[in-house]
């Protein structure tokens, strides 16, 4: 479905950006309340931390490891943080995005049935490795409330993304649409690489195949040991010469992704190209000049 105009407001209780910050859609009552882990103690002053609530610990992004998750339903919110923030077995988190309902409507049969609806998604997506174990059953939920946690389920999907989470999104489904047309191939250097080029990053798809050997110019650098870690952490691993992408993986540049798939150095707005040889660059930075 496609996705319709929204407005959210963001309200920033201390005036801090980088501090708590409040999301909703001003036509609904969800609120998304992001906390610092440096700054529990002040969310735990807060009258919106007594309500029943889903939470989610997110950890920090990498480059090639995936974020941690989890995710959880509470009616005693302040008692909860306080027992995940002692915990060392948590200890990997360092913000927590709260889902409340401005109105306390949210009852404890909302909050179990998102909890297993967010992990069912969360899992499906494969973007965050989450931390819960095992997911258990769908609860028993009459059809009205089922209903009512859909449609909240929904809106906090669209305030965690828009506070930068995409737990629910798997990775490139944030490009604009996933036609043949979309999709950029890198042959060079013995690759069969293809991958898209989306809002966050260029994403190199799964299967994709790369060359194993590095180039001596490139033996002894960063770029060197960014490929070792992509093979050490999963992403990729070796099959004779060869190197084959395992999922989808997105990097932070067209360039990491071209160097993971043909090991020497490369800009990636010229390496990766369409179906009909136009570069990257030509179509995305200088699209007036494609062909």
């Known amino acids: 479905m496609k996705p319709t105009p929204k407005t959210i407001q963001i309200f920033l209780p201390s005036g801090d950006p ?21 700054l529990l103690q002040d969310f735990l002053a807060m009258p919106e931390s007594d309500h029943v ?4 610990l997110f950890g920090e992004k990498g480059e090639l490891e995936d974020p941690k998750v989890y995710i959880g339903q509470t009616g005693d919110l302040r008692e909860r943080l306080k027992a995940h923030n002692k915990d ?21 049969t909302h909050a179990l049935f998102l909890e297993w609806k967010c992990l069912q998604a969360a899992r499906k997506a494969g973007r965050y490795a989450d931390e819960n174990g095992n997911s258990g059953s769908k609860p028993h939920t009459p059809a009205p409330l089922e209903a009512d946690c859909l449609e909240i389920f929904e809106t906090g999907s669209t305030l965690l993304a828009t506070l930068g989470y995409t737990v629910f999104d798997a990775v490139g489904a944030s490009s604009v649409s996933s036609t043949v047309e979309e999709v950029f191939y890198c042959k060079a250097s013995e690759s069969d690489g293809r991958g898209l080029y989306t809002p966050e990053g260029f994403v190199v798809l799964k299967d994709s195949i790369g060359r194993l050997k590095n180039v001596p110019s490139i033996i002894g650098t960063s770029d060197e040991r960014f490929r070792k870690r992509l093979l050490e952490s999963g992403v990729m691993r070796q099959e004779g010469d060869k190197v084959i992408f395992e999922k989808d993986h997105l990097f932070s540049s067209p360039s990491m992704a071209a160097i993971a798939l043909m090991g020497r150095s490369a800009n990636g707005w010229l390496e990766w190209r369409d179906k009909n040889g136009n570069s990257l660059d030509k179509l995305k930075r200088t699209p007036g000049e494609a062909k």
């Open 88 to 108: 060392d077995k948590k200890d990997f988190w360092q913000r927590a995005l709260v889902l409340i309902s401005r109105t306390q409507s949210l009852t404890q």
């Open 53 to 56: 609530a889903l939470y989610f």
């Open 18 to 38: 980088r501090g708590i910050r409040i999301a909703e859609i001003t036509t609904r009552i969800v609120q998304v309340i992001e906390v610092p882990r440096s």
